[in-house]
């Protein structure tokens, strides 16, 4: 397996448009993970995914902010509208839960900037 | 309420010299603590987790009960260990990680 997958790896946008990140979990994971961190508040649970279904979008900073799951294969993260204060390094991350947390496995992120 | 602290943002040491990068849970339950790691511009990766009892690259970490504590331990820092390290808590039932605010360990020749 490729590992969770992750694009684009850069973006850089202008304040005000719409920003689309995508992630492709590890084949066989019901749960995915997005992160955000800065280097002032490190790492940030966004939102989460069990079986496709999202379960804690409590960490989600605004309402311009919203993430999708249509399949257990692809999930999105999306900004509209951007601002500089989203920019950040974002992580998508997939695991398992055998009754007990497990590891969870890092995408390498998406480096978005927004001017 | 669940939470991982991490009390230093940047642990720095010489070469050689010994590490400790502390980590401290909140949590009432049976914990399942984690060590991540992430080198410069590259994704998290597990370090290692407590209830396999491992070492990985030299380093280990012990959980204390007693003291609500997963600090992780290497003898003789390498330059090559310069990282973030992160400290996580599973969360129950939940599938859900909690993370520390992440130890910036800096190993200076």
């Known amino acids: 397996d490729a590992g969770v997958i992750q694009s684009p790896r850069h973006e850089v946008t202008e304040m005000g448009q719409e920003v689309t990140l995508r992630c492709k979990p590890i084949?066989?994971?019901?749960?995915l993970f997005w992160y955000r961190q800065t280097m002032m508040r490190g790492l940030e649970l966004l939102i989460y995914?069990?079986?496709?279904?999202?379960?804690?979008d409590s960490g989600m900073p605004e309402d311009r902010f919203s993430a999708k799951m249509p399949n257990a294969s692809f999930s999105t993260l999306k900004i509209q509208p951007s601002e500089p204060r989203d920019s950040a390094v974002y992580f998508c991350?997939?695991?398992?839960?055998?009754?007990?947390?497990?590891?969870?496995?890092f995408g390498p992120g998406t480096r978005l900037t927004v001017l | 309420a669940q939470r991982v602290t991490q009390p230093e943002k940047l642990l720095s040491v010489f070469k050689g010299a010994p590490v400790e990068l502390k980590c401290n849970y909140s949590?009432?339950?049976?914990?399942?603590l984690f060590w991540y790691v992430q080198y410069s511009r590259q994704r998290l990766q597990l370090l290692l987790r407590?209830?396999s009892r491992e070492s990985i690259k030299g380093f280990t970490a012990d959980l204390n009960k007693g003291e609500t504590s997963f600090h992780l331990k290497k003898p003789f820092a390498q330059e090559e260990d310069s990282a973030m390290y992160y400290c996580?808590?599973?969360?129950?039932?939940?599938?859900?990680?909690?993370f520390g605010q992440g130890t910036t360990l800096q190993v200076k020749p």
């Open positions: 407590h209830i």
């Open positions: 995914f069990n079986n496709n279904v999202p379960i804690d």
């Open positions: 996580a808590l599973g969360s129950g039932n939940t599938g859900k990680l909690i």
């Open positions: 991350a997939s695991s398992t839960h055998r009754g007990r947390p497990d590891t969870q496995y």
């Open positions: 949590y009432s339950g049976s914990p399942e």
């Open positions: 084949s066989g994971h019901d749960y």
